[in-house]
């Protein structure tokens, strides 16, 4: 039987679409009483794992799961061992840097050396100073990383920006753009290639039905 | 003007009510519309900060906030350098390994070597299984931990426990305590020996409340 790991979040609603398109349906996890953490499709030919989308890839990795969705910065930001084999072209948004509005720098290469930027992406923000061959100090946090700016404590931020409302809110505003993110179908390597439980073929048809629904340009 | 950085989640309504005992009214953070994440007291004596509970340490250490309550917990797994004060005695909880009511392994000294145990404290477990000299491989999570005995991802989880609701319904049974956890009252070492804003003067009065709204033994 195969197992897939969902991310809980922004890009549940669509995975769980993806999943009823090719017959599949985990949309038990979207009952508002639901407290399961693992489900059965009604058909008992596959089983769903609700996790943390950072935690998408671990499970992949070790192979509790075969198959996962999960965002492309969470990717970028934990480097894995899987296989990604799909852009799934949902969820849509940007790992950006984005300063306060009233702040001198408007290009990160104006940043001040050992100028201090707050991210919950810190690989991701450690790799694009590093290759802009720039000093800056990534201070981690967890949560409410715009609260870095306001308060004083970081001269920018690294975050991903889907609407813009919260930078908006918070009087920030995008300088650059390191990467874009969409959702990704990722899959267990060794799973893969056996094509344990026929995962070959689901993953045609996911793949399939992802051109399917993407929006005409 | 001195800043306290507040915990969100379970130590919050604790902490706004020991700053209530000594004058000081951050309660609107309680308010269930408040989207704020920085208020001022209504006497415009002190802010706080509304930040995630491992975030209070960062604060606190850069200095954006003089004051933090925070877990002893997150201060074991962050290690940041800032000063420790007090033992608020509030929020109690403990570091435990657990592993399946069906697990054959009692004691974590009877784990196999190279055994996996799943933990979103990953520090904490790392040193506690160096410590018993076991080479176990630390599967760092950042949610539901449980779920990775139950996939079979891990053989046992390193976790926060308060009352044991979340390990009985996942069938998990505790089988050593690491270390018992309790709300601390931390500060910005410089700011603490300058004495900034009269720091010093509210650390005692924190510290005389705390005594006298501990529970007679």
């Known amino acids: 039987m195969i197992t897939v790991a969902l991310p809980k979040g922004a890009l549940l609603k669509d995975s769980i679409r993806r999943f009823q398109n090719v017959g599949l349906d985990?949309?038990?996890?979207?009952?508002?009483?639901?407290?399961?953490?693992?489900?059965?499709?009604p058909t008992h030919t596959a089983k769903?794992?609700?996790?943390?989308?950072?935690?998408?890839?671990?499970?992949v990795e070790y192979g509790q799961a075969q198959l996962g969705i999960v965002g492309y910065d969470v990717l970028r930001e934990k480097s894995s061992q899987v296989a990604h084999l799909a852009d799934l072209k949902f969820g849509n948004c940007r790992?950006?840097?984005?300063?306060?509005?009233t702040s001198p720098y408007r290009r990160p290469l104006e940043f001040p050396p050992?100028?201090?930027?707050?991210?919950?992406?810190?690989?991701?923000?450690?790799?694009y100073f590093r290759a802009l061959d720039l000093p800056i100090e990534i201070i981690p946090?967890?949560?409410s990383v715009e609260l870095g700016p306001i308060t004083g404590m970081s001269d920018a931020?690294?975050?991903l920006v889907s609407t813009g409302r919260t930078l908006k809110e918070n009087g920030l505003i995008e300088i650059d753009?390191?990467?874009?993110?969409?959702?990704r179908l990722i899959a267990h390597?060794?799973?893969?290639?056996?094509?344990?439980?026929?995962l070959q073929g689901l993953i045609e048809q996911l793949e399939q039905d992802s051109k399917l629904t993407q929006p005409v340009a």
Chains 1, 2 share one sequence.
């Not at 985990?26 to 499709?41: C, E, K, V, Y």
């Not at 769903?48 to 499970?59: C, G, I, K, W």
């Not at 790992?95 to 306060?100: D, H, K, Q």
């Not at 390597?189 to 026929?198: E, F, I, Q, T």
């Open 26 to 41: 985990f949309s038990a996890f979207l009952d508002s009483g639901n407290r399961q953490l693992q489900i059965d499709d």
């Open 48 to 59: 769903a794992l609700l996790v943390r989308a950072q935690d998408v890839p671990v499970y």
């Open 95 to 101: 790992m950006s840097v984005a300063v306060p509005a």
């Open 114 to 127: 050992h100028g201090r930027v707050a991210s919950k992406f810190v690989r991701c923000a450690r790799d």
């Open 141 to 143: 946090l967890y949560g």
């Open 157 to 159: 931020i690294v975050d």
């Open 177 to 183: 753009v390191l990467f874009h993110s969409t959702a």
């Open 189 to 198: 390597p060794l799973s893969y290639r056996l094509n344990a439980g026929g």
